[in-house]
């Protein structure tokens, strides 16, 4: 089935260098159809609503889809950066009737949508976390299990986050980034720089050292006013 179906899913390719990126012309291209493939490298989405600005990283696998104003009623507006080196397929009109036989590709394409998604509700439940060094723990444990690499003690993530970068994925400002990041150093929980990061332990590790069970949190409530948790 793939030898049959392969010629109907050869699509056009094209490279960007690591830097701002002009998809306007892609995008505007590809409306018609599924969107931009992203087949190797990292890329930002950088949404700017007002004076801030939200980030979303993309990689392999991730579809684009053109950005319609129209259903927002907030102005907004974004651009794209890629980190690294950054491959796309054009997955345009004429693509989508080639794949009409093969209702397998709509679906997984329709299921990297899914994840992404998924990512995405992950990331917002990140930056809802009140105090910045889980946040930020947290974030590179969310991209490590897309990017990281397992070394000895640990998972080593080799992409290039500046502190505004990380910043804008958490919602936080960038000395504040600086300064938790420092105090993570400082703890040996997460150590590096630029393009290469080092998370020590598991993220359970983490987790046991800087959440407090909530099981905790309740008993220090209660236990001030004369109560006494009960176990059944």
């Not at 609503?49 to 907004?76: F, M, Y």
């Not at 998924?118 to 439940?125: D, N, S, T």
């Not at 938790?180 to 150093?185: T, Y």
């Amino acid at each position: 089935m793939r030898l049959a179906a392969r010629p109907s899913v050869t699509a056009v390719t094209f490279e960007a260098d690591a830097g701002p990126l002009g998809l306007a012309k892609w995008l505007t291209l590809v409306a018609p159809g599924p969107g931009l493939l992203v087949l190797d490298g990292v890329l930002a989405a950088n949404v700017q609503v007002g004076d801030r600005v939200a980030t979303e990283l993309l990689g392999a696998g991730d579809v684009i889809q053109p950005w319609n104003s129209d259903e927002a009623e907030l102005v907004c507006e974004i651009d794209w950066r890629a980190l690294v080196p950054t491959r796309f397929a054009v997955l345009d009109a004429a693509f989508w009737h080639r794949i009409e036989p093969w209702p397998q590709i709509t679906l997984a394409l329709l299921r990297r949508a899914g994840k992404r998604t998924r990512r995405l509700i992950v990331q917002r439940a990140i930056s809802a976390q009140p105090r910045l060094e889980v946040r930020l723990v947290l974030l590179m444990w969310h991209l490590a299990a897309r990017w990281g690499k397992v070394e000895p003690g640990g998972v080593r993530l080799e992409l290039p986050l500046t502190h505004q970068l990380l910043g804008r994925l958490i919602s936080a400002e960038r000395p504040s980034v600086s300064h938790a990041l420092a105090r993570l150093g400082r703890s040996g929980l997460l150590t590096g720089h630029g393009d290469r990061w080092h998370l020590h332990g598991s993220v359970e590790d983490h987790l046991a050292t800087m959440i407090e069970p909530p099981v905790s949190r309740v008993a220090q409530l209660i236990e001030p006013v004369g109560l006494r948790t009960q176990s059944r």
